[in-house]
């Protein structure tokens, strides 16, 4: 088991910037894909971004070119630093670790962002 613990949400104004942090308990080196999620109220839970153990990563679309994530193996933390800020991106963000096959995976507690003038 792994346990996640995001940090980083807060108010911005849209064009800002913010950087999220994804600590894990144990060494992320062992788990196949770790990402970033989001939801926003009455909306589904999707994929933001994710990077691979090899350090593959994808993006949805919609952040493409805007959001980059990253990690650094030596804190065992993921980072998803988000530029160019729009109202659309409001939503509660959350870190997954998926170790592969059918697990479901871990799930971080969340990291409100608000991204209004």
């Known amino acids: 088991q792994v346990q996640l613990v995001e940090s980083g949400g807060g108010l911005v104004q849209p064009g800002g910037s913010l950087r999220l942090s994804c600590a894990a308990s144990?060494?992320?080196?062992?788990?196949?894909?770790m990402g970033w999620y989001r939801q926003a109220p009455g909306k589904q839970r999707e994929l933001v971004a994710a990077i691979r153990s090899g350090g593959t990563t994808n993006y949805a679309a919609s952040v493409k070119g805007r959001f980059t994530i990253s990690r650094d193996n030596a804190k065992n933390t993921v980072y998803l630093q988000m530029n160019s800020l729009k109202p659309e991106d409001t939503a509660v963000y959350y870190c997954?670790?998926?170790?592969?096959?059918?697990?479901?995976?871990?799930w971080g507690q969340g990291t409100q962002v608000t991204v209004s003038s």
């Open positions: 144990g060494s992320i080196l062992s788990i196949y894909r």
């Open positions: 997954n670790a998926f170790p592969g096959g059918s697990s479901g995976g871990y």
